[in-house]
Antibody, heavy 116, light 108 residues
Framework: QVQLQESGPGLVKPSQTLSLTCTVS??????????WSWIRQPPGKGLEWIGY???????YYNPSLKSRVTISLGPSKNQFSLKLTSVTAADTAVYFC????????WGKGTTVTVSS | EIVLTQSPGTLSLSPGERATLSCRAS???????LAWYQQKPGQAPRLLIY???SRATGIPDRFSGSGSGTDFTLTISRLEPEDFAVYYC?????????FGQGTKVEIK
């Protein structure tokens, strides 16, 4: 069955760029039938949709983050990535990747802390 | 942006009781593209319901979803010990997708 796994640095300095990768295993990434999402959850708070990408590379972002977010395919053919620029403490969260639109498969999440 | 408001914020019930969770949208949710998730501490959310009333694969039939337009409900017919968790609704019919703030179902 399809599995997702987030990876990337757990600590990012303020004003720098947060970069995460989601690896999709078990099939379906190249089928073109799905969107692939990033979602985050600040400590003790609810879920926030960041955006998603289709297999063809079309992207959709949350307007609240759009000026700082880039979601792209790769670096490998079964991966997609998140970049969030100019981070602040408010970007500290658990970051999840998931298969969209309704999110039926999720990664376990990775904690990213923004601190100097 | 569609704002989803969940109520109540916390639901205190005993195992075996019925739980009714509400999700109200600030405008109509397109094509009933409304999902429900369960989240336990330290875990990723788990999809329970999509398209307002369709159960996801492997979800017990004690979970049911209903509603359309702006008013949606998740019902757990008889609470099992493993059902005590936080529940979120999500609309995916309009961009940006949005989540409700969550309802915590706790043991009374």
């Amino acid at each position: 069955q399809v599995q997702l796994q987030e990876s990337g640095p757990g600590l990012v300095k303020p004003s720098q760029t947060l970069s995460l990768t989601c690896t999709v295993s078990g099939g379906s990434f190249s089928s073109g039938d799905y969107y692939w999402s990033w979602i985050r959850q600040p400590p003790g708070k609810g879920l926030e949709w960041i955006g998603y990408i289709s297999y063809s590379g079309s992207t959709y972002y949350n307007p609240s983050l759009k000026s700082r977010v880039t979601i792209s395919l790769g670096p490998s053919k079964n991966q997609f990535s998140l970049k969030l620029t100019s981070v602040t403490a408010a970007d500290t969260a658990v970051y999840f990747c998931a298969r969209a639109d309704y999110m039926d498969v999720w990664g376990k999440g990775t904690t990213v802390t923004v601190s100097s | 942006e569609i704002v989803l408001t969940q109520s109540p914020g916390t639901l205190s019930l005993s195992p075996g009781e019925r739980a009714t969770l509400s999700c109200r949208a600030s405008q109509s949710v397109s094509s009933s593209y409304l999902a429900w998730y369960q989240q336990k501490p330290g875990q990723a959310p788990r999809l329970l319901i999509y398209s307002a009333s369709s159960r996801a694969t492997g979800i017990p039939d004690r979970f049911s979803g209903s509603g359309s337009g702006t008013d949606f409900t998740l019902t757990i017919s008889r609470l099992e010990p493993e059902d005590f968790a936080v529940y979120y609704c999500q609309q995916y019919g309009s961009s940006p997708q949005t989540f409700g703030q969550g309802t915590k179902v706790e043991i009374k």
